[in-house]
Every structure is written in structure tokens, then in C-alpha cells.
């Protein structure tokens, strides 16, 4: 018993240390983690530096030394001054209720204060003092009065000790996103705007891509403050914003050591999780900012086919895209707002790093506009916000970044000697989740989703040696456990499912989605998704109406009204789009092309023309029930009616019966696939089917 706690603490305490979140299961070896230690901390390991002046630095004591400085100087420099933002909130499109402003300044609860500490993972990094969240769990029955009383006197008096609020900044990426945000409307409106940059036929455009430069150490702290103020935050959760931003002190973490000890006066603290709320907030105001400007200008010219909605800028945490007409006046107004928005919220613009793209259309006024700017002018494809911006069609080569970062991430784990349990792990909750932003956004072509697949078919069966053959088909692996898988997701059906709920968006009119609300305004008008041209539009547009019949699997509609649905172009009828099946129809009946299905609902009954030459006893017999009263609606086929990518993979996968014996096993026994390996080896390196190898004769029963 003793032996065994001591060995579940080491484990806890080297999982901690290793960083593997993937880990869930199959490989607790004691050699694993120390192994990813080793690795973590070579790479993380700081030898030589390069100041400012171009000169290379070695000595460690002169490394520290310059990190100190640098930082004491990006995050020092700045003077306190009040600044009001008032006139921006005509343009505001979201401003704090009363009733969300009682809530949000509210006393704080010893509950919520306990399942907010409970709620970080035990695995994450420590605080200066060495405690993880893990050693408060454990001793919240001595802890937690003192935790609760230093959390509760905060909130109470609005003030917060100096030594509570000390960090760490340790020199490794942060994460600059807010959970829950939606990336995917960014890249898919940016990508419809660009498209056609590289034909003559169309307006002249640019497109300015901004990085602003040292985004969240750079932010001007009474800047920040109008801006809650502008949002109706109340005063006193304000306070409580201002003391956590204005007493933190920061030292810096190089090699395992502690050096320096300073204060700022500027800046957010990357890693604390109210850093990227706040980031957004400021962003907000610049969002204000460009609509003031730009809305009241008659002289400003937008951007080809933006006008209409108002859209000048995307901005996701501090990813920047402006778009307008290239023309020289347009992009002064642009500029003059970056140059004002330096000098209030001291952000501003890495002139290196920004660029600007433009359409084929523009080549006069090219030069001009860089000078203005003073960014240099961009290629295609271009980097937005992980994936490349294109002008015509997803190539192999495009996607080169997502191959290389797999095979990246595979050589790293290919000198450990995990077993076929925890290569499946990884391959479920590491390598899947990386070509998933990017099946989040682009159709992927099927020459790249080939080449994944036998990079990750490769890495199952033969890890990092070169010996061995595959031992199970790859479309076997990809069943669901219930039905004798492994669980890994085929990447073709898991694309479409991703990809799916755009078009269930549309359907649905997600109102709150930019990009939604571009397609309903520029594409469809007042069409149907389904009559929708596939052959006009952007090439992610034209790939995303290709799996409109994979949609139609899983949809229903549910008639009310009628008002809302086409008679002949929604498939609202069981068998589908009546266009289809009555081509001739319009025609015939005298209803025309667009009319509405409330056409042939009279009373909340069906009524339809039968006096014509047409054949419809197939309609009529076959017509879905009135909800009287009801408008209409698009269900999902699942309890809760609304899409989800789980359930359209399902949908769009059919799979076939399910093992009887399979869900309850491999939920409770077997959620790594252990077994499930073991038993295809002992089987005789089965094939999907039950094909005799070498011989052997098998059975699916064992």
C-alpha cells in the first residue's frame, strides 16, 4: 500500500514536470516523463542571446542582466494620464445592462471561490511559491478558510498586496485567445474577400495585414480603464481591474533561475486567463474607432462588396485585417487611425512584420500606399491567423506548414518506446487536433489528406522504426470502438463534419456570425442555400455547397407558416427538392421559381392547384404535417436539433451494426485500445472483413 501511494505520487509529480497532457492512459513509464523533462528543458534552455545592437551575448551573468533590462524597459515608460472614450459609445454595438452590472460587482461566494480554484488542472505550472493547484485540493480542509478570507478581503476592499500579485515571466509562447471565440468566421470571411485579388475584371483593393507590435506588454493602463468605462463596466469591478493590473511585479525565469525584481506601468500579463477578456475589450475600441471614422466619411471607400455591412476590419486577439478601396485617400483615413490608436492605447504597428496584399486592379497607386503606411507589400498565400490566405484553389504546397508540424511532432516521439496503446493516444489527442483547426477552415484535397493519413498509419504500426507492415486496414482502424476500432477519426468525414456546420449556419441563419451574415447579404440575397451556384465564388465557397448532399442527410424541415421555406427549391418535402423531381413544375402550375411554400398553405391546411396538367398525387400523398401557429424551422436529426460536428461525423460516416459487446468493453475496460491491438495480433494481423491471413481462420466473436 505504502509502496504503491509512493509510486502514484512520483508519477503525479513527473506528469506535472513532463507537460503531457495526452497522457491519459497505457504508458505511466517512469522513463516517458523523464524523458519529455529532459527534452522540455533543452529546448527551453536559453545559451546565447543577440542584443539589440547586433552584438552576441554567451556569458550567463551578461544574458540575465540584458533579459532584465529589456523587460524593465518594454513594460516601464509610460505616464498615467485619465483618458475618456465617451464619444465612441454611439457606435457601440454591446454595452453592460444594469443587471449584468449588478452581477458582475457582486459579492463573491466562498463556493465559487472554491470550485474556481478546484477547476485548474493540478498539471499546471506553480506559482513563485512552488504550490500547484494540486497541494490546495489536497489540504483545502486546512487551507481553505485562509484561501477564502485573502480572496473574499479583495473583493471586500478593493486592495491587493503587492507580494500576492508577483510573476514569473518565463520566455516560451503564450496563448493569446479567448476559450469559446469562434476563429473560423475570420479566415473564411477574409478568404472570401481576397478572393479574385488576382484577376483585372474587379475593383482595385487592398488589404492591410497589421502586427501590432508587443501587443498585451505594450497596452496603456488608463486606457484600458476608459475602455470599461465606455462599456459600462461598473465602477467598482473597474477597481478591482485596476488594482490587478497596477500592483503586479515581475521577475524573469531563465534556466531554472530566478533574476531581477521590478514593477511596470504598462501592459497585461500574458497567462493570466483576464489578460485576453481585457485584450478584446481594447480591440472593441479600436473596432469603435474605425466605424466613427469611416462611417461618417463620405470620401471613405470600402473595400468590393463591404460597403453594405459596414466591415472595414477583422480582428481576432491581435491578428489585424483592414480592408478598403486602394485608393490614396482610404488608406490615409486607415493610417491616421492606427497613428491615433498609438497614442492612446500605445499599441502600434511592427512595420517589418506588417504588409499590405493587393488586387491586380491596384498597381498604380502601389507605391504610393506603401509609402504612406510604410509596410512592404505582400505575397501570396499569406499567413492569417495559422493557415494561408489564398486566391484560388487549396494546393499540396499550401499545406505544406500542416505536413511538417505533423512530422515534427511525430520525430519527437519517435525515440520513445511507446506502446501501440500510447502511439494511439497520441495520434487521438495530439496529431488529430493539429490538422483539425485546419479541417476547421479549408476543404482539405485529397492528395494532403492522403499523405496525413500515411504519416499517422506509419506511426501507429511501426513508431519510429522503419521494420514491420501494417497489421489492420487503415478504414478498420478508423471504426468506432463499438464497432471494432480503435476510435480515430477519419480525416476525409471528419473535414466534412467540420466544415458542415457552416452550411447549418447558413441554413439556420446564425445572425451573430460575420460570416454568416456576408453569405446571406452577398451570395444567397434572397435565394436558398440550395440553389446556391457552385460554380461562382470563392474556391473554399465552391468546395463548401459540394457537401450540401451530406447535409441533407441530417436535416429536417419542419413547416409552420411557409413563409420562410421555397416551395420548390427547399427540401422540405420527404422526397426531397421538388425542382428536382418536377422539373417542369413552375411552369406547369403557375406558381413561379421563388415562391414561398405558404403558397399552398391556406388555413394551416395544405392546398394545392388541381386543376393542372401535372402528375402530383406523389406530393400529396407524402406531405409533412403543419405546425399551426409555428414559424418554420430546420431541425438537426439528433435530441437536441441542433448540429454537431460529433453527431454529423456519425451521420456522414454510416457506419455499420454495431459489436454488441463493444461499447460497454472498450468504455470500461479498454478506452486506450490495448486490448483491441492485442487482439487483432493474436487473430493473425486480421484484415477488415474476416479474410484468413497466413492460413489462420478467425473470429469477429473473440
Not at 487592398?206 to 462599456?231: E, G, H, M, P, S
Request: hydrophobic share 40%; with cysteine.
Amino acid at each position: 500500500m505504502i509502496y504503491c501511494k509512493a509510486t502514484t505520487m512520483e508519477v503525479n509529480m513527473l506528469k506535472q514536470r513532463a507537460k503531457l497532457a495526452w497522457l491519459k492512459g497505457g504508458d505511466n513509464c517512469s522513463k516517458i516523463f523523464f524523458q519529455k523533462i529532459t527534452a522540455r528543458r533543452a529546448s527551453q534552455r536559453v545559451y546565447q542571446i543577440q542584443n539589440e545592437d547586433g552584438h552576441l551575448l554567451t556569458e550567463y551573468t551578461v544574458v540575465t542582466g540584458e533579459f532584465v533590462n529589456y523587460f524593465k524597459k518594454l513594460f516601464g515608460g509610460s505616464q498615467r494620464q485619465p483618458q475618456n472614450l465617451d464619444h465612441l459609445q454611439t457606435f457601440a454595438r454591446y454595452l453592460i445592462s444594469e443587471d449584468e452590472a449588478t452581477l458582475i460587482s457582486s459579492p463573491v461566494q466562498r463556493q465559487e471561490i472554491k470550485e474556481a480554484l478546484f477547476d485548474i488542472n493540478e498539471d499546471s505550472a506553480p506559482g513563485p511559491d512552488g504550490f500547484s493547484s494540486g497541494f490546495f485540493k489536497a489540504s483545502w480542509a486546512v487551507t481553505g478558510d485562509d484561501v477564502c478570507r485573502a480572496v473574499m478581503e479583495f473583493f471586500n476592499g478593493g486592495r491587493l498586496l503587492k507580494q500576492l500579485n508577483a510573476t514569473l515571466i518565463t520566455l516560451i509562447p503564450k496563448n493569446a485567445f479567448v476559450r469559446g471565440r469562434s476563429i473560423s468566421d475570420n479566415v473564411l470571411l477574409a478568404q472570401e474577400l481576397l478572393s479574385g485579388y488576382n484577376q483585372k475584371k474587379l475593383p482595385p483593393r487592398c488589404t492591410i495585414k497589421v502586427d501590432l507590435q508587443k501587443a498585451y506588454d505594450v497596452v496603456n493602463w488608463d486606457y484600458l480603464l476608459a475602455v470599461l468605462r465606455l462599456f459600462k463596466f461598473p465602477n467598482r469591478f473597474i477597481l478591482w481591474v485596476e488594482q490587478c493590473i497596477t500592483t503586479a511585479s515581475f521577475s524573469i525565469s531563465l534556466n531554472g533561475n530566478i533574476h531581477g525584481f521590478f514593477s511596470s506601468t504598462r501592459g497585461l500579463r500574458q497567462g493570466d486567463p483576464l489578460s485576453p477578456y481585457l485584450f478584446v475589450l481594447v480591440m472593441e475600441s479600436l473596432h469603435l474607432l474605425i466605424k466613427s471614422k469611416t462611417q461618417t466619411d463620405d470620401n471613405f471607400q470600402f473595400h468590393w462588396r463591404c460597403k453594405e455591412l459596414g466591415i472595414v476590419n477583422l480582428c481576432f486577439a491581435d491578428d489585424l485585417l483592414l480592408f478598403c478601396k486602394a485608393d490614396i485617400y482610404s488608406v490615409t483615413v486607415l493610417h491616421g487611425i492606427l497613428q491615433e490608436f498609438k497614442g492612446t492605447a500605445g499599441l502600434h504597428a511592427n512595420a517589418k512584420k506588417s504588409q499590405i496584399l493587393f488586387s491586380k486592379e491596384a498597381v498604380q497607386v502601389q507605391s504610393q500606399i506603401q509609402l504612406i503606411l510604410g509596410f512592404p507589400q505582400g505575397t501570396f498565400p499569406v499567413c492569417y491567423l495559422g493557415v494561408p490566405l489564398i486566391t484560388s484553389k487549396l494546393s499540396l504546397a499550401d499545406c505544406a506548414p500542416l505536413i511538417l508540424k505533423i512530422e515534427a511532432r511525430i520525430a519527437g516521439w519517435n525515440q520513445l518506446k511507446l506502446t501501440y496503446a500510447g502511439r494511439t493516444q497520441l495520434i487521438k489527442s495530439v496529431l488529430s487536433s493539429i490538422h483539425q483547426y485546419w479541417c476547421s477552415v479549408f476543404i482539405l484535397p485529397k492528395g494532403v489528406i492522403k499523405t496525413i493519413e500515411a504519416k499517422l498509419r506509419n506511426f501507429l504500426w511501426k513508431g519510429g522504426s522503419e521494420r514491420g507492415g501494417y497489421k489492420v486496414s487503415w478504414e478498420q482502424v478508423c471504426k468506432p470502438t463499438s464497432h471494432g476500432g480503435l476510435g480515430i477519426r477519419n480525416i476525409q468525414m471528419m473535414n466534412n463534419a467540420l466544415m458542415g456546420k457552416y452550411l447549418w449556419q447558413v441554413l439556420t441563419k446564425k445572425r451573430d456570425s460575420i460570416w454568416v451574415y456576408w453569405i446571406l447579404k452577398y451570395k444567397l440575397k434572397d435565394g436558398t442555400l440550395w440553389a446556391a451556384n457552385d460554380k461562382d465564388g470563392s474556391w473554399t465557397w465552391k468546395k463548401l455547397l459540394k457537401l450540401r448532399p451530406h447535409i441533407i442527410k441530417g436535416i429536417q424541415y419542419r413547416v409552420g407558416t411557409g413563409t420562410d421555406f421555397k416551395l420548390w427549391l427547399d427540401p422540405w418535402h420527404p422526397d426531397g427538392t421538388l425542382l428536382h423531381r418536377y422539373p417542369h413544375g413552375p411552369l406547369i402550375t403557375g406558381l413561379p421559381m421563388d415562391s414561398p411554400l405558404s403558397t399552398v398553405i391556406i388555413g394551416g391546411t395544405w392546398q394545392w392547384p388541381s386543376e393542372h396538367h401535372i402528375d402530383i398525387n406523389g406530393i400529396i400523398t407524402n406531405l409533412p404535417d403543419i405546425h399551426n401557429g409555428a414559424n418554420d424551422t430546420i431541425i438537426w436529426n439528433s435530441r437536441s436539433g441542433i448540429y454537431s460536428t460529433e453527431h454529423a461525423y456519425t451521420v456522414f460516416s454510416n457506419p455499420s451494426s454495431a459489436v454488441e459487446w463493444a461499447p460497454l468493453f472498450y468504455e470500461k475496460y479498454d478506452s486506450t485500445g490495448r486490448i483491441q491491438t492485442g487482439r487483432w495480433e493474436l487473430n493473425g494481423q486480421v484484415k477488415d472483413g474476416g479474410d484468413p491471413i497466413y492460413g489462420m481462420q478467425h473470429t469477429d466473436r473473440c
